[in-house]
């Protein structure tokens, strides 16, 4: 399926047609760019949260995780003990997953670490794709390649968790790593996203 025109005139990537959540992300946020270590701390725990359910069941609770994990400051997430776990696992605001919720602490602690050499936003676009896909319709689109499963070995040899390759390329879009829209998108090459 190619871009969807919804009921306003304009032509978006299929699951962000409809009116909502979902196209208000598509519109404004998705496939670009972000800076910072704690945008990029966010993006990689919110994507974590997601596997295996709904992005807008994730978009919906966003503001309940910006809480719960103190804006996603990686030096006070890293010291999250175990009444933290428990007060987390409590909190029916986020998605309440053990191992999602461990994956969190443990990559907050990874990315202090990460300090010390370029940094996560470096690390992560060091592994951007020399040539960007250029999709035109959503059975082209990919949910892994070999830049994502680089980035997911090389996350996980540095302390990373829950950073498996189908995740990371679903950060990778939502970054803007590349440019994820389809072609006739909109917002194609509108986002600050490498070029293609």
């Not at 800076?35 to 709904?54: I, K, P, V």
């Not at 933290?84 to 461990?102: C, S």
């Not at 090389?154 to 990371?168: D, E, H, I, R, S």
């Amino acid at each position: 399926m190619g871009p969807v025109t919804g009921e306003d005139g304009i032509a978006r990537c299929p699951w962000g047609s409809g009116p909502g959540v979902m196209r208000d992300y598509h519109d404004t946020e998705w496939g670009n760019r972000v800076h910072g270590e704690s945008a990029y701390l966010e993006r990689l725990t919110l994507e974590a949260f997601q596997s295996g359910l709904s992005w807008s069941t994730i978009l919906n609770k966003r503001e309940n995780f910006r809480a719960a994990f103190a804006g996603f400051d990686a030096e006070v997430v890293a010291a999250y003990d175990d009444a933290d776990r428990a007060r987390l696992m409590a909190d029916a605001g986020i998605v309440r997953n053990r191992l999602k919720v461990d994956a969190a602490i443990i990559n907050a602690a990874a990315t202090v670490a990460l300090r010390e050499r370029e940094g996560l936003e470096a690390f992560v676009l060091s592994f951007a794709p020399d040539e960007p896909p250029a999709w035109a319709d959503t059975a082209e689109m990919a949910t892994t390649s070999p830049e994502s499963k680089a980035l997911s070995k090389a996350l996980k040899k540095v302390g990373f968790a829950f950073v498996g390759p189908t995740t990371m390329y679903a950060l990778m879009e939502a970054i803007g790593v590349f440019d994820p829209h389809l072609v006739g998108c909109h917002r194609r090459g509108a986002s600050g996203a490498q070029p293609s």
